[in-house]
């Protein structure tokens, strides 16, 4: 049986659920913290007064 282990904790894999539409999963609770976090981080690395690119809410022409 397949087994995740995460922490040296060892979890037994019965199946997997996939949720496109959010039906089952809150995709903005689990996604939407992480989103902010990844985009606040990458912007951080812009240098002052450079173009934001357009994956970051940057203009495109």
């Known amino acids: 049986m397949p ?3 995460i922490n040296k904790i060892r979890y037994p ?5 996939f949720d496109k539409d959010g039906t089952l ?3 903005i609770y689990l996604w939407g ?3 902010e976090w ?3 981080h990458y912007e951080s690395l812009l240098p ?3 173009i934001r690119p357009a994956s970051l809410g940057g203009v495109t022409a």
Do not use: N, P, Y
């Open 3 to 5: 087994e995740l282990i």
């Open 13 to 17: 894999i019965q199946g997997i659920l």
């Open 25 to 27: 999963l809150d995709f």
């Open 33 to 35: 913290k992480w989103s």
């Open 38 to 40: 990844m985009h606040r």
């Open 48 to 50: 002052l007064g450079a």
